[in-house]
């Protein structure tokens, strides 16, 4: 098993930018997760899927879509970058049972110019 | 809302001393909480969790942990620490209840640790 994996693992954009970054698991988890990590701020959710076809807003949402149209993928868009969007994007997974830990994937350095 | 406190950003050991990486929470339900580690340019790693029973945690690397409910503590402890245990630790705390509480995991802001030769 792969686990999670993110695509791509760095990428540079300039201000008004748009691009989507991928998370893949292949443990037929229920639930996943994207988060931001920020020096100092620790992990902040972004946004998350309870299940194939549903989305729910994080803490941090605004400026982010997202859209989980296969269980397998769950996809992180960015309309429009903007500098406070230079992070470091984890995806996680875990099971249905409410006991189950999160898997993480191994992140993607994101900077915006 | 639920959140947890991480009260030290640095915590630094000398190797073979115990080592002790504090964590306190606020859930309003009944707590489910984890221990993560991240070691440089990784994703975090999943080390030990508390869900119901012994408050006594056992988990990876030799990492434990205490569940205090009425502290609303759950510190990670390791007997001897090796240079190698420097990294990241992140603690975190799920509401074991229902509503979106229990589908978001909500960590604190990290402990270095750095374990001295």
């Known amino acids: 098993n792969a686990g999670v994996t993110q695509t791509p693992k760095f990428r540079v954009l300039k201000t008004g930018q748009s691009m989507t970054l991928l998370c893949a698991q292949d443990m037929n988890h229920e639930y996943m997760y994207w988060y931001r990590q920020d020096p100092g701020m620790g992990l902040r959710l972004i946004h998350y899927?309870?299940?194939?076809?549903?989305?729910a807003k994080g803490e941090v949402p605004d400026g982010y879509n997202v859209s989980r149209l296969k269980k397998q993928n769950f996809l992180l868009g960015l309309e429009s970058a903007a500098p406070s969007q230079t992070s470091v994007y984890f995806c996680a997974s875990r099971p249905g049972p409410p006991g189950g830990e999160q898997y993480f994937g191994p992140g993607t350095r994101l900077t915006v110019t | 809302a639920q959140s947890v406190a991480q009260p030290e950003d640095q915590v630094n050991v000398a190797e073979g001393n115990p080592l002790t990486v504090k964590c306190t929470y606020s859930?309003?339900?009944?707590?489910?909480l984890f221990w993560y580690v991240q070691y440089p340019n990784r994703g975090l790693q999943f080390l030990l969790k508390?869900?119901?029973?012994?408050?006594l945690v056992k988990g990876s690397y030799g990492f434990e942990a205490e569940f205090n409910k009425s502290q609303t503590s759950f510190h990670l402890k390791k007997p001897s620490a090796l240079v190698s245990d420097s990294a990241l630790y992140f603690c975190?705390?799920?509401?074991?209840?229902?509503?979106?509480?229990?589908?978001?995991?909500?960590f604190g802001k990290g402990t270095k640790l750095s374990v001295i030769p």
């Open positions: 508390y869900i119901t029973g012994d408050n």
């Open positions: 975190a705390v799920r509401d074991g209840g229902s509503g979106a509480g229990s589908y978001q995991l909500t």
């Open positions: 859930v309003s339900g009944n707590p489910y």
């Open positions: 899927s309870v299940g194939e076809g549903t989305t």
